[in-house]
């Protein structure tokens, strides 16, 4: 229903910043809510941040105060900036999509994008 296209990710030092995008094609209804999960190695995925067709974010506590949700609904783009940025958020990030609210932490009935890299080193 909806194709995903991440781009931004890329390799950075402990404390430095990335901004990752995400590309929305191809989807006739409005998503009622897009968000950025992780895959870090050895653990399962996990949401890191979501965002509703309002404008309202959540992130998980592991990366309050330094990750940013946005989106530009004109541009059917999103975007996750990411500061302070730690070896532990090393992993691929994927751009999620859902039609049905609330938003959800859960994986299941989602779209995904086919991820970007994202590497952090100490």
């Known amino acids: 229903q909806v194709q995903l296209v991440e781009s931004g990710g890329g390799s950075v030092q402990a404390g430095g910043s990335l901004r990752l995008s995400c590309a929305a094609y191809?989807?006739?209804?409005?998503?009622?809510?897009m968000a950025w999960f992780r895959h870090i190695l050895g653990k399962e995925l996990e949401g890191v941040a979501m965002?509703?067709?309002?404008?309202?974010?959540a992130y998980t506590d592991g990366v309050k105060g330094r990750f940013t949700i946005s989106q530009d609904n004109a541009k059917n783009t999103l975007y996750l900036q990411m500061n302070s940025l730690k070896p532990e958020d090393t992993a691929m990030y994927y751009c999620?999509?859902?039609?049905?609210?609330?938003?959800?932490?859960?994986?299941?009935?989602?779209?995904w994008g086919p991820g970007t890299q994202v590497a952090v080193s100490s």
């Open positions: 999620v999509a859902d039609f049905h609210l609330p938003c959800s932490w859960s994986t299941e009935g989602k779209y």
């Open positions: 965002i509703d067709s309002d404008g309202s974010p």
């Open positions: 191809g989807y006739a209804n409005s998503i009622a809510c």
